[in-house]
């Protein structure tokens, strides 16, 4: 059994800024990629941004040079410090993880947590 938690999600007003956080849990051997995903009412989820197990990262084009991932694999856990927050970045934001077991690859899903970015 595998759980992934994440927290930080809120109330933003225009231009500021959010830390998100995604601790994994469980019967976990190796952690792969690892990603941010969104979802905004009446739309699809979305890839944000993804961080290898060794460190590299991708974005997607509307947040490169204001979002930054980042992983810790003392902790299992990755982050995304989003800043210059938009209307448009409003969404539920979910962490993504390819973990090996030691028997199996499973990919896992967090709850997801709301952004709210109004003034």
């Known amino acids: 059994q595998v759980q992934l938690v994440e927290s930080g999600g809120g109330l933003v007003q225009p231009g500021g800024s959010l830390r998100l956080s995604c601790a994994a849990s469980g019967n976990i051997f190796r952690i792969n990629d690892m990603a941010w995903y969104r979802q905004a009412p009446g739309k699809e989820r979305e890839l944000v941004a993804v961080?290898?197990?060794?460190?590299?990262?991708n974005y997607a084009d509307s947040v490169k040079g204001r979002f930054t991932i980042s992983r810790d694999n003392a902790k299992n856990t990755v982050y995304l410090q989003m800043n210059s927050l938009k209307p448009d970045d409003t969404a539920v934001y979910f962490c993504?993880?390819?973990?090996?077991?030691?028997?199996?690859?499973?990919?896992?899903w967090g709850q997801g947590t709301q952004v709210t970015v109004s003034s």
């Open positions: 961080i290898s197990s060794r460190g590299t990262e």
């Open positions: 993504n993880a390819n973990i090996y077991t030691g028997y199996i690859s499973i990919t896992c």
